[in-house]
């Protein structure tokens, strides 16, 4: 048998079948229907909806949006120990770092940072990057770009 859309059923007695209401009293959901007796709940569409839970309206107990959205860039960071890991003369940029799953998410620009010590030499291409992992870089014989956002 094919797996498809058309063909797939679900198991036995997996789906329980719907309450059958008002069908008489020997279906044991007769006379009030499980409503209870008289009152508002018992009647038809007598349920007070999400607008008021009692006193307070529900979207009065939520709770209030507040602080701000910061306009501050927020960038995809990199350390230098995980680039120590590549060869001689690699070009090091988001897309290769994303291909090596070392950033992830959405696309974001991307910032070299770290001070750790690097023997291998890279090339480096990242939007922004720390003075310190700049000169770390620059010590190993590597070079690094800076590149526009795109």
């Known amino acids: 048998m094919v797996l ?7 198991p036995a007695k997996s789906r329980r079948s719907k309450k059958r209401l008002g069908r008489g009293n020997a279906s044991g959901h007769g006379t009030y229907s499980t409503r209870g007796l008289k009152g508002q709940r018992a009647r038809q569409g007598g349920r007070k909806g999400l607008g008021q839970l009692g006193v307070k309206h529900f ?14 860039k927020s960038f995809a960071t990199v ?6 890991t590549f060869p001689d003369g690699t070009v090091v940029d988001y897309s290769f770092l994303k291909s090596k799953r070392l950033v992830r998410g959405p696309v974001r620009p991307l910032k070299l940072i770290g001070n750790t010590k690097l023997t291998v030499k890279l090339k480096v291409k990242v939007q ?4 310190g ?10 070079q690094v770009e800076i ?4």
């Open 133 to 142: 992992a700049q000169a770390v870089v620059e010590a190993a014989g590597g």
């Open 59 to 72: 979207v009065a107990r939520l709770p209030k949006v507040r602080g701000f959205k910061s306009l501050q």
């Open 79 to 84: 350390t230098i120990d995980r680039l120590a």
């Open 147 to 150: 590149v526009a956002v795109k």
């Open 4 to 10: 498809a859309l058309n063909s797939l059923r679900s």
């Open 128 to 131: 922004a990057v720390s003075k």
